[in-house]
């Protein structure tokens, strides 16, 4: 017959929890066994910065890029308009925009034609563009294998580029460059 103390060390080592009913001592009374509890796995310490290339990432770090129409839509304001010289046709002026949305800045570049993304700052991951953006900046940081404090993802020309601040392991800053000529 194999004894409770042989049993219990087999199947502890094979991660196995062994209940063994209640033992008497020898004068009859119960003896009660403490639970061993595991030890406790120390935090990982993140890494400093880590730098991480990924074409898709950086250049839609949003998947569907906000719009100004659609921020303006959902609650957003003009900040600031500031006049800029088009530097490719003689004699326009273009203009810098600033949206503020539940936080988030977004500074816009307007042509005649559209409106292009030049920088965004998120610290409100709640709107559905933050909850995209999250899923992807989680995803990028898992690939880089560890826990980072900042990670910079660029696209493999250098010319898109996204900063993430973490804390706790979630995203608590990002800043999104993408290319502007």
């Known amino acids: 017959m194999l004894s409770a103390g042989y049993l219990f060390l087999v199947s502890s080592l094979l991660g196995f929890q062994l209940l063994l009913p209640p033992v008497d001592d020898a004068a009859g009374r119960a003896v009660v066994r403490k639970e061993r509890k595991a030890a406790a796995q120390p935090p990982q310490t993140p890494k400093p910065t880590c730098?991480?290339?990924?074409?898709?990432?950086?250049?839609?770090?949003?998947?569907?890029?906000?719009?100004?129409?659609?921020?303006?839509?959902?609650?957003?304001?003009?900040?600031?308009?500031?006049?800029?010289?088009?530097?490719?046709?003689?004699?326009?002026?273009?203009?810098?925009?600033?949206?503020?949305?539940?936080?988030?800045?977004?500074?816009?570049?307007?042509t005649p034609e559209q409106d292009l993304l030049r920088q965004a700052i998120i610290t409100?991951?709640?709107?559905?563009?933050?909850?995209?953006?999250?899923?992807?900046?989680?995803?990028?940081?898992?690939?880089?294998?560890?826990?980072?404090?900042?990670?910079?993802?660029?696209?493999?020309?250098?010319?898109?580029?996204?900063?993430?601040?973490?804390?706790?392991?979630?995203p608590s800053q990002a800043r999104v460059q993408p290319y502007l000529d």
């Open 51 to 110: 730098t991480l290339t990924n074409d898709t990432l950086a250049g839609q770090p949003f998947g569907t890029e906000p719009t100004v129409a659609e921020l303006l839509s959902v609650g957003g304001r003009v900040i600031a308009r500031k006049a800029y010289r088009n530097v490719h046709e003689a004699g326009q002026m273009d203009t810098i925009l600033t949206v503020r949305h539940q936080g988030n800045v977004f500074e816009f570049y307007r």
């Open 124 to 170: 409100n991951f709640r709107p559905a563009y933050g909850q995209r953006l999250r899923v992807n900046l989680k995803a990028s940081a898992r690939q880089n294998g560890g826990i980072c404090s900042q990670l910079r993802i660029r696209d493999t020309e250098r010319a898109n580029n996204v900063s993430v601040t973490f804390a706790n392991g979630q």
